[in-house]
């Protein structure tokens, strides 16, 4: 049986898992599932998944949601090696480390600002929410001081899962190479990366222009990297 994945392109989490999946080789059978339509309050996602939340992973009779919970899953029972998540225990944990600093303060700051935009059809982007995106690339450029990904030299899961949501943070802030050299060297690479457009860049693209349309009026693009 196929690995299906109830997903949609725009959401960042689930941006996190087509990126892994591709690392990885590992082909996914995907369902899209509008988000913006309510399509999740569909029976069967919830029978699956009572949160009612994408990404939702079914492998068999297996079920798994939560982006962090799907990528190490893939690597763990498809990686034919452990790179991007590694078993030994202090590299594990730095990469834990990254993936619940995703959970807990990336994907909460951006999914606020978003789903205000593009669910509450606010026009306005209040200071608090734009002072949380500079004050987390402040950090992330502090995290990549001393090494090529955020859990070290080797690229993990917690790049995957961080880099959809910093892009997505980009659509409100882009990054500012003086004030964010590391960051910004980072995110550069992973735009790069071979298969970055068909797994991050192409949803990325369609919420910016989303954003845009609800917004009613151009962005500042003069401010893009
Ligand atoms: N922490 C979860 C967040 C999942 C999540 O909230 N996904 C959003 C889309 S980005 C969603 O499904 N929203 C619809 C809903 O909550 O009903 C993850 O990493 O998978």
Redesign the pocket.
Known sequence: MPIKLFYNEM???CRAVLLTARALAVDLELEKVN?YAKE?IDENLIRLNPD????TLVDNDVVI????EIVSYLVEKYGEEDSLYPKESTQRALVDQKLNFD?DTL?PMI?AIISSIVIENEKEISTDKISAITEAYKLLDAFLEDSTYLAGDCLTIADFCCVANVSTATIIIPISTEKYPNLSTWYRNFKNLEYYEETNGDGLNKLDALVELKLGRPRNKELCD
């Open positions: 959401s960042p989490s988000i999740q009612h939340t994408i990404p949601w939560d982006s962090h959970s994907f999914n």
